[in-house]
Protein backbone atom coordinates (compact mmCIF):
# COMPACT_ATOMS: atom_id res chain seq x y z
CA UNK A 1 0.00 0.00 0.00
CA UNK A 2 1.60 3.53 -1.22
CA UNK A 3 0.84 6.92 0.15
CA UNK A 4 1.68 10.04 -1.42
CA UNK A 5 2.14 13.45 -0.17
CA UNK A 6 -0.48 16.47 -0.64
CA UNK A 7 -0.05 19.39 -3.11
CA UNK A 8 1.61 18.94 -6.53
CA UNK A 9 4.97 17.31 -5.92
CA UNK A 10 2.80 14.35 -4.51
CA UNK A 11 6.17 12.90 -2.78
CA UNK A 12 5.95 8.92 -1.96
CA UNK A 13 5.64 9.16 1.59
CA UNK A 14 4.85 5.61 2.98
CA UNK A 15 5.29 2.33 1.58
CA UNK A 16 3.64 -0.43 3.47
CA UNK A 17 3.80 -4.34 3.18
CA UNK A 18 0.25 -5.36 2.11
CA UNK A 19 1.09 -8.93 3.67
CA UNK A 20 2.61 -8.77 6.98
CA UNK A 21 2.17 -4.69 7.40
CA UNK A 22 5.96 -3.80 7.27
CA UNK A 23 6.59 0.01 6.74
CA UNK A 24 9.70 -0.48 4.13
CA UNK A 25 12.76 1.81 4.32
CA UNK A 26 12.05 5.33 2.47
CA UNK A 27 14.29 7.85 1.93
CA UNK A 28 13.77 11.31 0.02
CA UNK A 29 10.42 9.69 -1.34
CA UNK A 30 12.29 6.50 -3.01
CA UNK A 31 12.51 2.82 -1.90
CA UNK A 32 15.62 1.97 0.16
CA UNK A 33 14.83 -1.96 -0.55
CA UNK A 34 13.09 -4.18 -3.04
CA UNK A 35 8.87 -4.00 -3.40
CA UNK A 36 6.94 -6.44 -5.67
CA UNK A 37 4.77 -3.90 -6.57
CA UNK A 38 1.09 -5.32 -9.02
CA UNK A 39 -2.02 -3.83 -10.40
CA UNK A 40 -4.44 -5.30 -12.01
CA UNK A 41 -7.52 -4.52 -13.42
CA UNK A 42 -10.71 -7.09 -13.77
CA UNK A 43 -12.34 -7.78 -17.25
CA UNK A 44 -14.84 -9.90 -18.04
CA UNK A 45 -15.65 -13.23 -17.15
CA UNK A 46 -14.21 -12.25 -13.31
CA UNK A 47 -16.34 -11.58 -10.27
CA UNK A 48 -14.69 -8.62 -9.78
CA UNK A 49 -15.94 -6.58 -13.42
CA UNK A 50 -14.46 -2.99 -13.51
CA UNK A 51 -12.58 -2.88 -10.32
CA UNK A 52 -8.67 -2.54 -10.29
CA UNK A 53 -6.21 -3.24 -7.30
CA UNK A 54 -3.03 -2.27 -6.21
CA UNK A 55 -0.72 -4.52 -3.84
CA UNK A 56 3.12 -3.87 -2.37
CA UNK A 57 4.63 -7.48 -1.19
CA UNK A 58 8.15 -6.75 0.79
CA UNK A 59 10.66 -9.31 -0.70
CA UNK A 60 10.23 -12.12 2.20
CA UNK A 61 6.24 -11.79 1.90
CA UNK A 62 7.15 -12.44 -2.16
CA UNK A 63 9.07 -15.01 -1.17
CA UNK A 64 6.53 -16.49 0.58
CA UNK A 65 3.89 -16.47 -1.62
CA UNK A 66 5.51 -17.34 -4.62
CA UNK A 67 7.01 -20.37 -2.70
CA UNK A 68 3.15 -21.77 -2.36
CA UNK A 69 3.02 -21.53 -6.33
CA UNK A 70 2.38 -24.89 -8.23
CA UNK A 71 4.82 -23.86 -10.70
CA UNK A 72 7.81 -21.96 -9.80
CA UNK A 73 8.08 -18.85 -11.45
CA UNK A 74 10.56 -18.54 -14.29
CA UNK A 75 13.79 -16.35 -13.19
CA UNK A 76 16.24 -14.96 -15.95
CA UNK A 77 19.53 -12.89 -14.70
CA UNK A 78 19.26 -9.23 -15.45
CA UNK A 79 22.93 -7.85 -16.41
CA UNK A 80 21.41 -4.41 -15.69
CA UNK A 81 19.39 -3.27 -13.12
CA UNK A 82 17.20 -0.13 -12.73
Known sequence: MRKYGEGQDRKLIQVVCNKCGRALKLENGYLKEYCFSADTVFGYFSHKDGSSQHFDLC?????EVTAQFALVPDE???TELL
Open 76 to 78: TEE
Open 59 to 63: EECYD
